[in-house]
Structures are given as structure tokens and as C-alpha cells.
């Protein structure tokens, strides 16, 4: 079965909040986007909301309710306290945790698993426990004991940083190369009964390259690539590229 679709709607966020103006909608252009055939939304909503509005989880909660039951709500973010508060909040199916810094632009590393496997499984038990899948931000060539500890954290899945293989856009050599590091590590993951996701920078032209090298890939997360696309073919149009690209 190919990997699912979550449609990342940070970027859709932070054109609206150019301006004191509700367009464009952030539930509107995810109702298009699940209708086209996506299985999820994703969000991050960081402390300073400079894109998702912590008022935007629950609207975009009530849509996968209301219109898109099936859908998955996936909701991103470092585990402070008012994160976890949000989240828990408003039930999403899943939970990706990231080690970010509230200052940085984007996501751009994973969790060392060795030196916070502690921190992380607490908040692992707190999220499992009202029902809610987590999944842990990992590097692309996280080794065998990181995720190891990953894995003892209690966590369902991890999701790949893909970072690296997206800046190798021009380099077919260094992309194949990144791609590799990825099967490998997601081949590790797996063997430790991990689920695996992906995310970062992902396009319709390198999604096919890694979901053949990773047929057990469970969900991608996409967010920048995917809605620069939707300024070119519209977000309907770019949501069916996207899926047929992990159609392999």
C-alpha cells in the first residue's frame, strides 16, 4: 500500500498572516486538499504563531470531524507544556514530537534518542495514554542504538528527517546517496518494530526514488514542496501529483 499524504498547511498559514485577512483559509485550502484524495493535515504550531494560530487546531479539527472522517489530524511540535497541553486538547490522531528550538525557521535535525530517552518517554506515556500515536523526529542516518532508544521511548513511529535529500535537487549522485542512508536507517527502525514517516523538503519528483527504496513507508509529511506546486497546478491538482508520485 503506498505511503499516505498529509498535506502540511504551515506555509498556507504564513501567506495568510502576511495580512489582518482570513484568506487564504487555512480550513479552506485543507478541505480541498482532503477532498482531492489526501489522508491527513499537518500542523506546527509554534509558540510565537507566526504561521498556525493555536486557534487554527481546533477549526481544523472540527473539518477532519465534521467533513473527513478517516482523515488523520497530525499535529507537530516541541513537547513544552503548552504544546502538549494543545495538543492533548484536541485529540489528533497523531502527535510528531521534533527537538526544535522555538527560533528556529523549520525543523532541521532529529532527536538525540541516548540523551533525552528518558524526557521523551514521559512524554510518550502522556500522549499513549489519551489514545494518541507519536512519532519522533529522527535524523536520516540515526544508527542502530539511537534508535534503539527511540524505540524504548514507547513511540509507534519515528519520522525521517529528509532534509538532506531534498538540498541534493541538483546533484543525482548525492540524492541517491541520501536516499540510501534513509532506506537504511528506515530499514533498522522497522526491524525494531518502528513505523516510519518521512518528512522535509520531500517534491514530486524525489517521492517516487524514496518510496521504492522504502515500500514499508507509512505517511509523508509535506509542506513547502507541495505548496509551491499548488501555486503552479492549484492545490487539487497538486494533492493527486503528489499521491501518484507515491504510487510506485
Not at 473527513?68 to 497523531?94: K, R, T, V
Request: aromatic share 6%; proline share 6%; charged share 25%.
Amino acid at each position: 500500500m503506498p505511503a499516505k499524504l498529509s498535506v502540511n498547511l504551515n506555509a498556507i498559514a504564513y501567506l495568510r498572516n502576511r495580512r489582518d485577512l482570513p484568506w487564504p483559509s487555512v480550513t479552506g485550502i485543507g478541505a480541498i486538499a482532503l477532498e482531492a484524495g489526501a489522508s491527513g493535515l499537518t500542523v506546527h504550531p509554534r509558540p510565537d504563531e507566526r504561521h498556525i494560530r493555536h486557534a487554527d487546531v481546533p477549526a481544523i479539527r472540527a473539518l477532519i470531524d465534521d467533513r473527513f472522517a478517516g482523515c488523520e489530524f497530525n499535529i507537530e511540535g516541541y513537547p513544552s507544556e503548552d504544546f502538549l497541553a494543545l495538543a492533548i486538547a484536541n485529540e489528533p490522531e497523531q502527535v510528531t514530537l521534533v527537538p526544535d528550538d522555538p527560533a528556529q525557521p523549520t525543523s532541521d535535525h532529529g532527536w538525540d534518542f541516548l540523551a533525552h530517552r528518558e524526557f521523551l518517554k514521559g512524554v510518550v506515556d502522556r500522549l499513549r495514554d489519551k489514545g494518541i500515536r507519536v512519532s519522533l523526529f529522527a535524523d536520516p542516518d540515526a544508527g542502530r542504538a539511537q534508535l534503539e532508544a527511540a524505540a524504548a521511548t514507547g513511540a509507534q513511529r519515528v519520522e525521517l528527517y529528509t532534509g538532506p535529500y531534498g538540498g541534493a535537487h541538483d546533484d543525482p549522485d548525492r540524492a541517491a546517496a541520501a536516499c540510501e542512508t534513509l532506506g537504511q536507517t528506515a530499514d533498522i527502525a522497522r526491524s525494531l518494530g518502528l513505523g516510519v514517516n518521512a518528512g522535509h523538503d520531500l517534491t514530486v519528483d524525489n517521492l517516487p526514488a524514496l518510496a521504492r527504496r522504502i515500500p514499508h513507508l507509512l505517511e509523508v509529511s509535506i509542506g513547502h514542496g507541495l505548496t509551491a506546486d499548488a501555486l503552479i497546478h492549484g492545490m487539487a491538482a497538486t494533492v493527486k501529483r503528489f499521491t501518484a508520485a507515491l504510487t510506485v
